[in-house]
């Protein structure tokens, strides 16, 4: 038996608990009256024989891996395995997909001789995890049926399960932040121990390769963040947000005060549409379409030091990227003005354009700043674009036509391949990372605090 044929049998039990609470909690009803309803009952017993049975199989699943991974390698053939952990992970890899029925051989043939022997342990291991999943689940089915009773509670139980269920949903958001903040800041550190803090803060060189003679700047690594982060907001925070806001605000406005509601209907949904474009997609029409446009408005224009990877072009279409956040925010917070303020201004004699100007738009604005905030958070992580438009260079320039690039595309560089996690120039990446997971957190508390500070409240 298999942890998923485990799995399946505890649904079964779990339905059919469910089935008999009801049935029973039916026929205590025509002796007398029930505290609750017969489907709170049905519900009961079906909770207290899944969740209990179905939590203990998904904490025995890694058990159940590390055992039969310590039994294989007390096996005679286990002990004749290199010594080299590397080594020894990749043949019991190979072994286990082997067994698994996910490759017919592998590279070491080692590994075929433990197929079969991991296969009838995993078997083994699963069997009794599986027995004992059963055996809670046929005894939360026997707990909750015996309580079934017409003065019993069932529906505060059900209701406490879900509960409890929900405050579970809560905590894996909050305990995966804090899992990704944990883990980058104990990479940092090692980073922090081998380069100092300061340098990497304030910092204005960055070149982590190593380089070939020992007069350049990359032979011990060169680790200043300065250029990353500006060419971060200057691209993100700056040339994106001067494209987006003007046309997601302009957007939003025409959509809700002027647009006819069924123009709305067609425009709104094809505005949106733009969230939903892959970043690959916005990357390729980047490099192919605007960056040569942009190189040869810049030579027009003569700077002639423009590239065709430059900050203008990624910037230009990030910002077309994140017009769907801005005008849905906006959209929301202007819609969300009382239409007797607006009856108001235009009961004073002010005109339609000036009562948006005077009266809409203040009212609105909490809203609108905390859609432009979350969307320069959304702009800064953004990675494709830049890499595919932007280029690779880490630049201190303010010059728009000329090549930068990013924290997230450097942290993708300094990944990517076979890296070893002992080197200043990997644990880099772990150091950007937090720097940048920083700044894109402050920027959503300063975006909730403004929409909480300055909301006004509508009947």
């Not at 070491?108 to 197929?115: F, G, K």
């Not at 040339?239 to 997601?248: D, E, F, N, Q, T």
């Not at 009562?355 to 609105?364: D, E, Q, S």
């Not at 969307?375 to 880490?394: D, N, P, Q, Y």
């Amino acid at each position: 038996m298999t942890l998923g044929i485990a799995f399946v049998a505890i649904l079964v039990v779990a339905l059919a608990a469910g089935w008999l609470g009801y049935s029973r909690a039916r026929r205590l009803r025509t002796d007398g009256r029930l505290h609750s309803l017969p489907s709170y009952h049905g519900a009961y017993a079906a909770l207290w024989t899944a969740i209990p049975a179905l939590l203990l199989l998904a904490a025995w699943s890694p058990v159940q891996s590390r055992l039969v991974d310590q039994a294989v390698l007390e096996s005679p053939e286990g002990q004749k395995l290199p010594a080299f952990d590397m080594q020894r992970e990749t043949i019991l890899a190979e072994a286990r997909e082997i067994a698994h029925g996910d490759r017919e051989q592998g590279f070491n043939p080692e590994s075929a001789s433990l197929a079969p022997q991991i296969r009838a342990i995993e078997n083994r291991y699963a069997m009794l995890g599986g027995g004992l999943a059963l055996l809670l689940a046929v005894g939360g089915a026997a707990l909750a049926l015996r309580r079934s009773v017409p003065q019993f509670r069932a529906r505060t139980g059900v209701e406490r399960w879900m509960m409890i269920l929900l405050v579970a949903a809560s905590l894996i958001a909050i305990l995966t932040t804090l899992g990704i903040l944990l883990s980058l800041m104990f990479e940092s550190l090692r980073f922090f121990r081998l380069y100092p803090p300061g340098d990497f803060i304030f910092g204005t060189e960055w070149s982590p390769q190593t380089a070939i003679r020992a007069d350049q700047a990359g032979s011990s690594g060169a680790f200043g963040s300065v250029p990353l982060m500006w060419g971060t907001f200057f691209i993100g925070a700056i040339i994106a947000m001067i494209v987006a806001v003007p046309l997601g605000l302009m957007s939003a406005i025409y959509l809700t005060q002027y647009a006819h509601p069924r123009v709305r209907r067609w425009l709104k949904p094809i505005l949106e549409i733009l969230a939903g474009v892959p970043t690959v997609v916005y990357g390729y029409f980047a490099a192919l379409t605007v960056a040569p446009f942009v190189r040869d408005l810049g030579l027009a224009l003569g700077v002639t030091s423009a590239s065709s990877e430059s900050a203008l072009a990624a910037g230009s279409v990030m910002g077309v990227m994140i017009i769907p956040f801005i005008s849905s925010m906006a959209d929301d917070s202007i819609a969300a003005v009382p239409q007797a303020m607006r009856d108001g201004s235009l009961a004073m004699g002010a005109t339609k354009s000036e009562t948006i100007r005077k009266v809409v738009l203040p009212a609105a604005l909490p809203g609108v700043i905390g859609g432009i905030l979350l969307a320069v958070s959304r702009a800064i992580g953004e990675t494709m674009i830049v890499v595919m438009a932007a280029g690779l260079a880490a630049n201190l320039t303010a010059n728009p036509f000329a090549s930068v690039t990013t924290v997230t595309v450097q942290i993708v560089q300094l990944l990517t391949g076979d890296q070893e996690f002992d080197s200043a120039k990997t644990l880099a990446a772990f150091a950007l990372g937090l720097a940048l997971f920083l700044i894109t957190f402050l920027l959503n508390l300063i975006a909730l605090h403004v929409v909480r500070k300055y909301r006004e409240q509508y009947e």
